[in-house]
C-alpha cells in the first residue's frame, strides 16, 4: 500500500546503524513506557476501537443526513485537520454531491464566520462541537455564535442537531452537553488531537459524507500489522523517521512534504501539525512546511532550485487517483500542443513529477524522498494515517524528545488572554 524510495534522498549514514536506538523506540511505543507515554493509545487502535461506538456514529451521520444540508464540524488543530485532510482525498474538492461540510472553529476571523453565517443561515444545519476541555479559545468563540444561531432557527428542537465529542466524564462541554441533552461521542483519554482522526473526533464528519468509517480503520489496522515490527530492514515507517533524523544530521532545516494534486492539499496541513506539534521542541526538530505542484514550481520552484540549500523535499504520490482525464484534439494546433493528444493527465502529471525530481536533485542539489501511496480510497487514508503516526513517534524519540505533548501552544495562548482581559 505504501512504498519508500530513498534512492534519491543522498543520504550517507547507513541504515543498520541506527536499529539499536529504533529497538528501544520501538519498545516504548509499543509498551507504554517512553516518554509521553500516557498517549499512545492511538498505537492499538485499529485493535481496540469501541465496535459499539462506530456503530453508533454511523446511525447517527445517517440521521443527520435525512435532516441536513451542511454540518458545521466546530474545532480547531486536530479536531478538523484530519477531517478535512480525509474528506478533501477520498471525496475531493468539489464532490457532486450533497450533503457538505463545512469547518469552523479554527479562526476569530470575523470575516470568515460572517460569510458562512450568511452562507448557511437559510440551509438545514447540524452542528458538530469538537473540544476535549470545552474552553478551546477559537472553537468556543464559534460555537456560541453558531449555536445561538441554530437556537434561532430550531428552538429547543436545537439539541437533536448538536453533536458534541468531548471527555467522557469531565469539562464544560461534557457538562454542557448533559444539561442540554446533546449526543455525544467521546475523545479517548490517551489519545492525543493531532493522532486523533480515526476516532470519533473524525469518523462522524466523514461517516456524514459518505466515508466508511470501518474501512479507514481497517486500513488502519493493516497499517499496524505491517509496522509492527521493530526490524528496520523491513518496517518503512522507520525507515522514514530515520532518513529524517539523518537529513538533520546533514544541517537540513527543512522538510517540504510536497503533492501533485489539489485534493491533497489538506493532507499535507495534517502532516505538518502531527509533525511540527510533535518534534519541535527543546531547540531541536525540522521545519515542515509543503506545496503542491505543478502549481507551487511557478512561486517556490526558483528557490528550490537555487536557492539556499535549507531544505529537502518528500515527495508525497499517490499512484492512481480515482479519476483521470485525456488530452483533446483541437481543430487545429493553436497552441502546439498536439504531442500531447490521447495522453492521460495522470501521465503528464506523472511526468512533471519525473522532470522536476531530476531537476531539484540532480541540477539543484536538493535530497527527495519518495513515498508513495496505491490509492486514494478510504481504506488508504486509514493506512497512510498510521504510518505517519508510527514514523512520526520513532522519528521524535529518536531525537529524545516527547512526540505527543505541545507545551509551546500555552504561551500564546496566555500572552493573548492577557490581552482580552481574561481572568
Not at 482522526?197 to 470501518?214: E, K, M
Not at 505542484?293 to 518528500?314: A, N, P
Request: net charge negative; aromatic share 12%; charged share 30%.
Amino acid at each position: 500500500m505504501i512504498k519508500l524510495d530513498l534512492s534519491h534522498a543522498k543520504l550517507d549514514e547507513k541504515m543498520s546503524d541506527y536499529q539499536s536506538a529504533v529497538s528501544e523506540a520501538h519498545n516504548w511505543l509499543h509498551e507504554k513506557s517512553g516518554k509521553g507515554n500516557d498517549y499512545v493509545g492511538w498505537v492499538k487502535w485499529p485493535y481496540e476501537y469501541d465496535q459499539d461506538e462506530v456503530k453508533r456514529i454511523k446511525e447517527t451521520a445517517d440521521r443527520l443526513k435525512d435532516k441536513c444540508d451542511v454540518l458545521l464540524v466546530c474545532g480547531i488543530g486536530g479536531s478538523y485537520l484530519g477531517a478535512r485532510a480525509a474528506i478533501e482525498m477520498v471525496n475531493g474538492l468539489y464532490p457532486n454531491k450533497r450533503p457538505e461540510v463545512i469547518f469552523i472553529g479554527n479562526t476569530f476571523s470575523a470575516s470568515y464566520l460572517y460569510q458562512i453565517l450568511e452562507y448557511v443561515k437559510d440551509k438545514e444545519l447540524c452542528l458538530n462541537v469538537i473540544s476535549k476541555s470545552g474552553t478551546t479559545t477559537e472553537t468556543s468563540v464559534s460555537f456560541r455564535i453558531f449555536k445561538e444561531l441554530m437556537e434561532e432557527k430550531y428552538g429547543d428542537k436545537a439539541k437533536e442537531r448538536i453533536i458534541a465529542t468531548t471527555d467522557k466524564a469531565k469539562g464544560t462541554l461534557k457538562a454542557l452537553a448533559d444539561k442540554e441533552g446533546y449526543e455525544t461521542f467521546v475523545i479517548p483519554d490517551d489519545i492525543g488531537g493531532r493522532y486523533s482522526v480515526f476516532t470519533a473526533v473524525g469518523l462522524l464528519a466523514l461517516a456524514f459524507v459518505g466515508i466508511d468509517p470501518l474501512e479507514v480503520l481497517r486500513g488502519s489496522k493493516d497499517a499496524y500489522d505491517e509496522y509492527n515490527t521493530d526490524d528496520l530492514s523491513k518496517n518503512t515507517a522507520y525507515q522514514y523517521a530515520v532518513a529524517r533524523r539523518m537529513m538533520d544530521n546533514k544541517g537540513y532545516a527543512a522538510e517540504m512534504f510536497v503533492t501533485y494534486e489539489m485534493q491533497l492539499t489538506s493532507v499535507a496541513e495534517w502532516w505538518k501539525q502531527l509533525f511540527g506539534e510533535s518534534e519541535g521542541k527543546e531547540g531541536k526538530g525540522l521545519l515542515p512546511t509543503s506545496a503542491c505542484f505543478s502549481t507551487d514550481l511557478h512561486s517556490l520552484g526558483q528557490f528550490i532550485q537555487e536557492g539556499r540549500k535549507c531544505l529537502y523535499e518528500t515527495i508525497f504520490w499517490v499512484d492512481k487517483m480515482e479519476h483521470d482525464l485525456k488530452f483533446p484534439k483541437a481543430k487545429e494546433n493553436f497552441d502546439n500542443m498536439d504531442y500531447l493528444v490521447g495522453k492521460d493527465l495522470s501521465w503528464v502529471n506523472e511526468m512533471a513529477m519525473r522532470g522536476t525530481l531530476s531537476a531539484h536533485e540532480e541540477d539543484g542539489n536538493v535530497p527527495n524522498i519518495i513515498i508513495s501511496l496505491e490509492d486514494n480510497s478510504a481504506y488508504a487514508f486509514g493506512y497512510m494515517i498510521y504510518f505517519f503516526f508510527k514514523a512520526c513517534g520513532m522519528s521524535c524519540y529518536l531525537l529524545d524528545i516527547n512526540p505527543f505533548n505541545q507545551p509551546g501552544v500555552e504561551v500564546y495562548k496566555k500572552k493573548m488572554f492577557k490581552l482580552l482581559g481574561k481572568e
